[in-house]
């Protein structure tokens, strides 16, 4: 397993200082999950849900109040110095870089702190720095990089100590959707290697594509852990039919309600039975390019969470 948790409680008091006295706050929630190696997973929930702090707590920066959380077999707080070794974390933005080192340099720094010999540092550096397409600009300051550079800079050295479980957070935030795209494909590679990728995300699409499955989080707590696919189809969620139709379609029961883009009729039903009978009036009317489409991950995420991801 690449990450076995269980009952995983976090805790925090507000106010300021080592030992604030403000009120308690509770960030994990008795959590429980199992993440197998060669898994792409991702960690969904709104704003506060606790997805930061779970990552905290598999990188050994943050003790567990209660509760057991293992990376490969190694215990979070037994294990910790293993645990670090296999673990390489990469945090979205701008945080954690010094922008008066170059690429290169950031990378050989990464690799003093993981005891990399040498040799080996640069040959790793080099290796990783092509692959993240930042050969060109190795000896650049990084301070002088894009956004999205600076995002494949991180990965870049989270990827130095060979660590077989990589933690995203938010890793695409601020790519360009070409630089997004190659990311993702490199995500599945990684996979690939035989590595344990846990990945939390805002954006619905990227979970969707890149993820084998997903865990929705909320309140500390899981709601559900399944693929993308699965996720949607039990949820039970409208059914949507797509077809290149003008034809209205309002009138057939079950029709919840209906959009056109780009040519493209969508029409949302209530149930398997109106997909059904929508599919069947098209049909009937000599429309060919027809099909129901189970809801998006980002429907169901919004039906399972609703709207409180503003109410942090
Ligand atoms: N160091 C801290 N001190 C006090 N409270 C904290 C601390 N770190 C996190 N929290 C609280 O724990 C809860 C969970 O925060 P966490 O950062 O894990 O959420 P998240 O799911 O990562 O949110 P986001 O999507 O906004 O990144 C929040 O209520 C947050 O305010």
């Given at each position: 397993m690449g990450v076995r948790v269980r009952d995983l409680t976090r805790t925090f008091r507000k106010g300021k200082g080592w030992r604030p006295k403000g009120a308690?706050?509770?960030?994990?929630?008795?959590?429980?999950?199992?993440?197998?190696?060669?898994?792409v997973h991702g960690l969904l929930g709104p704003n506060g849900a606790g997805k930061t702090t779970?990552?905290?707590?598999?990188?050994?920066?943050?003790?567990?109040?209660s509760g057991t959380a293992e990376v490969l077999g190694h215990d979070v707080v037994t294990g910790a110095a293993e645990v670090r070794r296999l673990v390489g974390i990469v945090f979205g933005g701008e945080r954690g870089l010094y922008g008066k080192l170059t690429a290169r340099q950031t990378m050989r720094y990464w690799a003093a702190l993981y005891k990399i010999p040498d040799a080996r540092a640069k040959a790793r550096a080099d290796e990783l720095l092509t692959?993240?397409?930042?050969?060109?600009?190795?000896?650049?300051?990084?301070?002088t990089f894009s956004r999205g550079m600076k995002q494949r800079v991180h990965l870049a050295r989270g990827l130095i100590g060979d660590p077989k479980l990589i933690l995203l957070d938010e890793p695409t935030t601020g790519?360009?959707?070409?630089?997004?795209r190659d990311f993702r494909e490199l995500i599945r590679e990684l996979r690939d290697e035989g590595r344990t990728i846990l990945?939390?995300?805002h954006d619905m699409d990227e979970a969707e594509d890149v993820c084998d499955r997903?865990?929705?989080?909320d309140k500390g707590r899981v709601l559900a852990t399944e693929s993308p696919r699965g996720l949607a189809e039990m949820s039970g969620l409208h059914r949507w039919v797509e077809a290149e139709t003008s034809l209205d379609v309002t009138g057939v029961p079950g029709v919840v309600a209906t959009e056109t883009r780009n040519g493209v009729l969508r029409v949302k039903t209530a149930d398997?039975?109106?997909?059904?009978?929508?599919?069947?009036?098209?049909?009937?009317r000599g429309v060919r390019s027809v099909h129901a489409v189970p809801p998006r991950l980002e429907d169901v995420y919004l039906d399972l969470i609703g709207r409180r991801g503003m109410e942090v």
């Open positions: 308690e706050v509770t960030a994990l929630d008795g959590l429980t999950l199992d993440v197998p190696t060669n898994e779970l990552c905290k707590v598999l990188s050994t920066v943050l003790l567990p109040t692959r993240l397409g930042l050969a060109d600009k190795a000896d650049d300051l990084v301070e790519m360009d959707p070409v630089a997004a990945i939390t995300t997903v865990t929705l989080i398997d039975r109106a997909a059904r009978a929508v599919l069947d009036f098209l049909l009937d």
